[in-house]
Every structure is written in structure tokens, then in C-alpha cells.
Nanobody, 119 residues
Framework: VQLQAFGGGLVQAGGSLRLSCTASGSTFSNYGMGWFRQAPGKEREFVAAISWSGLRTAYIDSVKGRFTISRDNAKNTVYLQMNSLKPEDAAVYYC?????????????WGQGTQVTVSS
């Protein structure tokens, strides 16, 4: 199984980005999915999670009300809509299959996508 995140870029503070992550293989719909991020010099942190059905979501406090996670099981894709971006949101963003709800991923990290927020 491979995970590939894309959609990052450079945006001004207050702007928006939509990240996507596509998984290869046929087991995507069996798993909860999470978005995580890692800023330079910091540990990777949980950002958002969505259950396999899409009916349950969870967010780190700092992004509640600004970020929205969603998924399309037919496309093996999970999304992260990021609005009102702040400089502290800048990081490399990764998606991952969840081992335990909501923030314990399997330790497989595919290709991330860089988000840069200018102030």
C-alpha cells in the first residue's frame, strides 16, 4: 500500500488550501484515516482523523473550526480542507492509516506535502 499526499503550497495567512491523499490498494475503506504534520525542529503531530465510514471526525484543538477532514472511499482519497491558515500551520503534512482512534497511526508514512504560510 502506498500513500501520497499532495495539494500543498505557499499561501498567505488567512488563505486556504485543500490537501488530498490517495492510497493504493483495496483496503482503504476498512480504515480510519488521519492527517498529521511535522514542522522543522518539531515532532510530528496529529491534526485530524476520520472514521472508515466518514461519520466520525476528530481534530486537534488548534485547527477546530478552520480545518475539515473528509474522504471518498470510491476514490481511495482523504481530504483536508484548510481555511484561515496561520503561520503556525506551516509544516509537511502526511496522511496515515489509523491503528487506534483518533491519533495513533500505523507507522507508515508516505510522501508528504509541504504547506508554507506567509505572514
Amino acid at each position: 500500500v502506498q500513500l501520497q499526499a499532495f495539494g500543498g503550497g505557499l499561501v498567505q495567512a488567512g488563505g486556504s488550501l485543500r490537501l488530498s491523499c490517495t492510497a493504493s490498494g483495496s483496503t482503504f475503506s476498512n480504515y480510519g484515516m488521519g492527517w498529521f504534520r511535522q514542522a522543522p525542529g518539531k515532532e510530528r503531530e496529529f491534526v485530524a482523523a476520520i472514521s472508515w465510514s466518514g461519520l466520525r471526525t476528530a481534530y486537534i484543538d488548534s485547527v477546530k473550526g478552520r480545518f475539515t477532514i473528509s474522504r471518498d472511499n470510491a476514490k481511495n482519497t482523504v481530504y483536508l480542507q484548510m481555511n484561515s491558515l496561520k503561520p503556525e500551520d506551516a509544516a509537511v503534512y502526511y496522511c496515515a492509516f489509523l491503528k487506534n482512534w483518533p491519533d495513533r497511526p500505523y507507522t507508515y508514512w508516505g510522501q508528504g506535502t509541504q504547506v508554507t504560510v506567509s505572514s
